[in-house]
Structure formats: structure tokens, C-alpha cells
């Protein structure tokens, strides 16, 4: 019995570290993306200040954004992994969050695609994914050590 419980908490880590993982890569790519939209938006209108109010408003949305929901959606996961009773390397999320993670994803290819060409959209789709990736990626540094018991 104590080996097969063994096997689940290493199992539970395993799922915990994959989730974070993906959490972390999610805000990194979105880190990217919202600095090559901004940076076209700057290439339109270099004088302009649309691209730095994006970059500034879109950072201190996602720190409140870190703090008040990522953040504890990260520590809800956490604990849901913890409570599997048979971990399966696929529940590192719900089951039911990957259609609405394919969607979110879609989502933000059709709006950079929209955007292209229009300073103003580029700003606010900018702003956008800065405020996500900010989110995503602060959220993981707070939890990551206090929460994944390795």
C-alpha cells in the first residue's frame, strides 16, 4: 500500500510541475506576442504614446489580475491535483478546460489577425496580452515554490 501511495504523490508533483509549466509557457508566448503587436503599433506611429499607455495599463491590469483571480485559480488547481485519487497524466487541468483553452487560444490568433494594420487595435489587443501574460507569469512565481511541494 505504501509504495502505490508513493506512485500517486510523485504522480500528483508530476501533474502539478506540467501544469505549471504550461501556465508559465501560456504567459511567456503571450509575453512575445504582445511585444511584436506593440512594437508594430510603435513602427506606425513612432511618436506616438498609444503603444507605451498599452504596455503601462496592460502591466498593471494583469498584477491586479495576478493577484485577485490567476493566482488563485493556480492554488484551486494545485489543490484539486492534490485531491485526485488516481492521478492520469492528463488531468494536469480539468478536462473540461481544454476546449475552453483551444478557444482562448483561437480568440487571440483571430484578434492579432484583426488588428493587424490599425494602431489603435494593435495598442488594445496589445495591452490585452500583456495584462495576460503578466497574470500568468506572476501568478506562477508566487505559487510555484509554496505550492508544488518539491
Known amino acids: 500500500m505504501r509504495k502505490t501511495e508513493d506512485v500517486f504523490l510523485r504522480q500528483r508533483q508530476m501533474l502539478k510541475w506540467i501544469a505549471s509549466l504550461v501556465w508559465l509557457a501560456g504567459g511567456m508566448v503571450l509575453g512575445g506576442k504582445a511585444f511584436e503587436l506593440l512594437l508594430e503599433a510603435r513602427e506606425m506611429k513612432p511618436d ?6 498599452g504596455l503601462g495599463v496592460g502591466g498593471i491590469v494583469g498584477v491586479v489580475k495576478s493577484h485577485y483571480l490567476f493566482s488563485r ?14 492521478p492520469r497524466p492528463w ?4 478536462p473540461a478546460f481544454f476546449p475552453f483553452l483551444v478557444a482562448m487560444i483561437l480568440l487571440g490568433v483571430v ?7 490599425d494602431y489603435l487595435l494593435l495598442v488594445m489587443v496589445g495591452a490585452l496580452d500583456v495584462s495576460l501574460a503578466t497574470a500568468l507569469c506572476l501568478s506562477f512565481g508566487v505559487n510555484v ?4 511541494d518539491v
Open 73 to 86: 485559480s493556480f492554488r484551486r488547481n494545485v489543490a484539486r491535483i492534490d485531491a485526485l485519487p488516481t
Open 48 to 53: 506616438g504614446m498609444g503603444h507605451w499607455v
Open 111 to 117: 484578434l492579432s489577425r484583426i488588428s493587424k494594420g
Open 91 to 94: 488531468l494536469f487541468f480539468r
Open 145 to 148: 515554490g509554496s505550492r508544488l
